[in-house]
């Protein structure tokens, strides 16, 4: 199960001595995102085109994860995502990457829209993400199903600090030191925001598991 094994992943990833994360490579240079962000903001659409082009395939992907596999909606939440970072452009303090940046707002809107639609919206594979070698029989496909499906309802009912944390990490796959810049906090709080996830986590499906 992918979700289960990207939180696991939290474990093995700790703080260093001299406050760096091990497991995480320092920021790497962007200086093409830059400059077209850059050209952007000088009013060239050719750069926006170009930033649409190398950030719409991972804000598309990360909204699937988060829209349950709607496709639809995710494409929707996807063109209001790049609506309101074009409005909003002034607002970008470069504290961040642009698609870090970007990860943000798309986050926010799909839960502007999980507000609107009063209800709570869960999660479910995008079709083809998580192929299955083995077939199981259909008590264990059931079982598999109702086991995600719990794993992803305790992630987004995690408070909002830690759920956008673990959200950002695993399924808008940014690096640990990108969402520190975004959150203006260390990497070592980041680190501690996901273990403090994975032991909430843990207790919701142990529950769930014991009953």
């Known amino acids: 199960m992918k979700e289960a ?38 009013g060239s659409r050719e750069a926006a085109e170009a930033l649409v082009e190398t950030t719409y395939g991972l804000v598309y992907a990360s909204l699937m994860k988060l829209c349950g ?17 074009w409005t909003s452009l002034h ?14 707002i798309a986050y926010n809107s799909f839960l502007n829209h999980r507000r609107g639609a009063g209800r709570t919206t869960f999660l479910e594979d995008a079709p083809g993400m998580d192929p299955e070698d083995a077939r ?12 995600r499906e719990r ?6 009912e995690l408070p909002e600090q830690l759920r956008f944390t673990v959200t950002a990490r695993f399924w808008g796959e940014l690096p640990v030191h990108e969402i520190a810049r975004l959150e203006s906090v260390s990497e070592v709080a980041i680190r501690k925001r996901m273990r403090k996830a994975l032991t909430v986590v843990r207790g919701s499906m142990n529950e769930v598991l014991n009953r």
Request: aromatic content about 6%.
């Open 91 to 104: 607002e970008f303090g470069r504290r961040a990457r642009f698609s870090t940046w970007l990860y943000r």
């Open 5 to 42: 094994a990207a939180l696991r992943e939290m474990e093995l990833e700790s703080p260093t001595t001299d406050g760096s994360v091990s497991g995480t490579s320092p920021a790497s240079p962007t200086n093409e995102e830059d400059a077209l962000v850059e050209s952007l903001l000088a």
């Open 151 to 156: 794993l992803r309802r305790a992630v987004l």
């Open 136 to 147: 199981p029989g259909p008590e264990q496909l059931l079982s598999d199903r109702e086991i």
């Open 69 to 85: 596999g709607d496709a639809a909606l995710a494409a929707d939440l996807t063109q209001e995502t790049y609506r309101k970072a």
